[in-house]
């Protein structure tokens, strides 16, 4: 099984991903990030598009490297990872899917205005807030299509609380 956490910038991917793998025996944290940071190192700039997602390589070493992950029955990855382009959802989500793994997704939603203070109070660079703040719109218009639920409520609401309903929905 695999867990994605999807959600806008500020939603709380990373921390409520975190808070499951603490949570279940078996799980572990894979960001499909990393994967862009290294492609980024690797292609020459003016090959790499603002946004890793747009490399079909990105999508498909993503795809390969959770299908690896995903083998041992004992392991659960969690994926902390936005992914709002519904051509690219269905390319990975349903990659995985036709692999035959068992992909639980779960989008955290939470007020426009909860996500622009969440991401202000993150520890990113300037640069990197202002990019998360320009998404929100369009992550928020996205992952109200159907293709996008489960939708897990994050508004006051404890990480605790949100995890514990995630697991229960497991």
């Known amino acids: 099984m695999v867990v994605w956490i999807n959600g806008a910038f500020g939603a709380g991917k990373t921390t409520m991903a975190r808070r499951l793998v603490r949570m ?20 020459p700039r003016d090959q790499q598009p603002p946004d890793f997602q747009d490399l079909p390589i990105w ?3 993503t795809v390969d490297a959770l ?47 909860t996500l622009r203070r969440r991401i202000r109070w993150r520890a990113d660079w300037p640069s990197s807030r202002r990019w998360a703040l ?6 928020a218009s996205a992952l109200a299509e159907p293709e996008f639920a489960i939708h897990i409520p994050t508004d006051e609401r404890g990480i605790a609380e949100i995890a514990q309903d995630i697991l229960t929905r497991l």
């Not at 279940?24 to 292609?43: C, N, S, T, V, Y």
């Not at 990855?77 to 997704?105: A, C, K, S």
């Open 134 to 139: 320009a998404q929100l719109e369009r992550c």
């Open 67 to 113: 299908t690896a992950a995903a083998a041992d029955p004992s392991r659960m990855p969690v994926v902390p990872m936005t992914l709002v382009n519904p051509d690219y959802f269905r390319e990975i989500v349903g990659g995985l899917r036709d692999r035959g793994i068992d992909v639980r997704h779960f989008s955290l939603v939470a007020s426009p205005a």
């Open 24 to 43: 279940r025996r078996g799980a572990w944290l894979f960001d499909p990030e990393q994967i862009g940071f290294m492609l980024r190192k690797l292609l």
């Open 59 to 61: 999508r498909e070493m």
